[in-house]
T-cell receptor, first 112, second 112 residues
Framework: SQQGEEDPQALSIQEGENATMNCSYK?????LQWYRQNSGRGLVHLIL?????REKHSGRLRVTLDTSKKSSSLLITASRAADTASYFC????????????FGEGTQLTVNP | GAVVSQHPSWVICKSGTSVKIECRSL??????MFWYRQFPKQSLMLMAT?????????EQGVEKDKFLINHASLTLSTLTVTSAHPEDSSFYIC????????FGEGSRLTVL
């Protein structure tokens, strides 16, 4: 198992439905971040949640963090076809504050 | 927001040649930049941390003589894939930190 495992690996839903992706990690972290990547493109930062936070919202995104279970979830509400992308969690463990360890990612497909 | 630019976006080269990829922070200075490698349908793997004015720090298993990193200024880091082989074909992504970590759009290298 690797730091930042995600499930499911692939998720296919209909437009308007909610999408939930989960991420688990193994070590202590400073923060956990979620990124989005469209096929063949760079990463777009979605949201950062610090280790002392439990929940955070940004628009249609809701992120939770459970440090006791070393897990996080990303919920996208009222999904749109344009949300189709790969979603990665990344954990920041160290003192550098920028050395991220990425999960394997969840490929989300939102069908119109 | 802050922008990180990579060039080229796509490059095709012959086996045995060297390829240079540039990563620029466009509107901020970055003493540290990060280089990642991503194989198809896989996650990002950190290759090295590029430090302005000093040697890069390579992750375990990454050949420093194969992947030369030069961080000559506060806005530019370069990754040179030397004597490229088909197995070096991959998507290379850089990142740089202002308050948060910003990623370039990536450079797809195909070695024939």
């Amino acid at each position: 198992s690797q730091q930042g495992e995600e499930d499911p690996q692939a998720l296919s839903i209909q437009e308007g439905e909610n999408a939930t992706m989960n991420c688990s990690y193994k070590t202590s972290i400073n923060n956990l971040q979620w990124y989005r990547q469209n096929s063949g493109r760079g990463l777009v930062h979605l949201i950062l949640i610090r280790s002392n936070e439990r929940e955070k919202h940004s628009g249609r995104l809701r992120v939770t963090l459970d440090t006791s279970k070393k897990s996080s979830s990303l919920l996208i509400t009222a999904s749109r076809a344009a949300d189709t992308a790969s979603y990665f969690c990344a954990t920041d463990e160290g003192t550098s504050g920028s050395r991220l360890t990425f999960g394997e990612g969840t490929q989300l497909t939102v069908n119109p | 927001g802050a922008v990180v630019s990579q060039h080229p976006s796509w490059v095709i080269c012959k086996s045995g040649t060297s390829v240079k990829i540039e990563c620029r922070s466009l509107d901020f200075q970055a003493t540290t930049m990060f280089w990642y490698r991503q194989f198809p349908k896989q996650s990002l793997m950190l290759m090295a941390t590029s430090n302005e004015g000093s040697k890069a720090t390579y992750e375990q298993g990454v050949e420093k003589d194969k992947f030369l990193i030069n961080h000559a200024s506060l806005t530019l880091s370069t990754l040179t894939v030397t004597s490229a082989h088909p197995e070096d074909s991959s998507f290379y992504i850089c990142s740089a930190r202002e308050e948060e970590l910003f990623f370039g759009e990536g450079s797809r290298l195909t070695v024939l």
